[in-house]
DNA sequence: GTCTATAAGTAGATAGAC
DNA sequence: GTCTATCTACTTATAGAC
């Protein structure tokens, strides 16, 4: 959310909200220009096309995800270490933004075009180091044996799943959870860790 | 997929591949008519509106992961079996039908109302039970403490969150994976139990 | 840059013949 | 039951005044 108050940011500001709320498909031109306060011509002046606002906004999300891969990938670490900081940069990013989960895997989905060859790369580069970091640990038996796609399945599982379901957990959960359904997601981080820590160490480091 | 070539079921089952591939925003009536190799005016003579036909097929679903509920918790069992029977059960409706994730998890935040008294019902019941017997097992030292809301969480994003990622994975990952994405989605079923196991098991009961 | 008014196209729904 | 033709409403996009 950018705070300039300029027309362009109001309507990105307010496109985000409406993109990453309702998709591309359901979000109505009418609707974003309420929200930002100025009328659908404008939004055409600004930026051409509904299409073209919402590569826009989508390339800011993929960014968004790049850079925490970068900010974890860019100095060396064990994996147990590596795992962890991935577990906060995300859950840190999710919190703040919980609509990004569904979001991202619709419209990777429906346009799976729109992951140009540039993100790609750039995200397909610390995915690689990071599974042949997986397969090393299994190989010198630093953790139980699991293929490294699997193990990143079940990381991004960990961390994604919950924050795309919060309108159902809270639906259908006992009344009892519903209010500490916020708190849940806050203790994320540190469950999840634990949950993955426990899950790789070798019963032999334990003992 | 029903078989009977009835006019009603050709819809139905062109509705159902059209509205769990595109969702309800994006699916085009035109376009569920072409599949099933009719006009637009029948499908209105059949099912009224595509508000409808889309509560048909969104019904469909969640009865189908309800009977597996049903079929998880209608006898009794250990956690550790209950844990288990889920991943079995729900990774085999998956592997069957792999876009049902992405399609309930938008069409739940998209349009919670349809979520009607009665299925919340059947579901909550059976979490309930779930959540009950997931806090004995903490109290009684059987498993490592953790919320049953968050082993839930758990459970659900390792088995769910593969299923959600299809076109992601195949796209992004290293060449050397893609070819084989299908055979890693099959060993889901061994991984996640014996993840789940590794994680939840107390160290004092290794030793 | 920003607005009002409107064009152009699309999609759901219906009328009516067969 | 099934079709063609058409209506109506909605949505994106543009023209043109200020």
Redesign the interface.
């Known amino acids: 959310m950018v705070k300039d108050n300029t027309t362009e940011n109001q309507i990105l500001n307010a496109a985000r909200k409406v993109f990453l709320t309702?998709?591309?498909?359901?979000a109505r031109m009418q609707e974003i220009a309420d929200e930002a306060g100025i009328n659908k011509a404008l939004l055409h002046y600004y930026f051409r096309s509904k299409e073209k606002l919402f590569d826009r906004i989508f390339s800011e999300v993929i960014e968004k995800i790049a850079a925490g891969l970068q900010s974890i990938f860019k100095r060396e670490m064990v994996l147990l270490d590596r795992l962890h900081a991935i577990v906060d940069v995300y859950i840190d990013v999710l919190l703040e933004n919980r609509?990004l989960p569904?979001f991202v895997?619709?419209e990777?989905?429906?346009h799976?075009e729109r992951?140009s060859v540039l993100v790609?790369k750039h995200?397909?580069k610390h995915?690689?180091k990071f599974?042949t970091e997986i397969q090393q640990e299994v190989d010198a038996g630093k953790i139980?044996p699991?293929?490294p796609?699997?193990l990143l399945?079940?990381v991004?599982?960990?961390?994604?799943?919950?924050f795309?379901?919060?309108?159902?957990?809270s639906?259908?959960?006992?009344k009892q959870?519903r209010p500490i359904?916020d708190t849940?997601l806050q203790?994320?981080k540190q469950?999840?860790k634990?949950?993955?820590e426990?899950?790789?160490t070798p019963?032999s480091q334990?003992?």
């Not at 309702?22 to 359901?26: E, Q």
């Open positions: 309702k998709g591309l498909a359901a609509y569904l895997l619709n990777l989905n429906h799976p992951f790609k995200i397909a995915l690689r599974l139980n699991i293929h796609l699997h399945l079940n991004l599982g960990l961390i994604i799943f919950p795309a379901t919060i309108p159902f957990v639906r259908i959960s006992d959870y359904f849940i203790e994320r469950v999840v634990q949950f993955i426990d899950a790789i019963k334990i003992i």
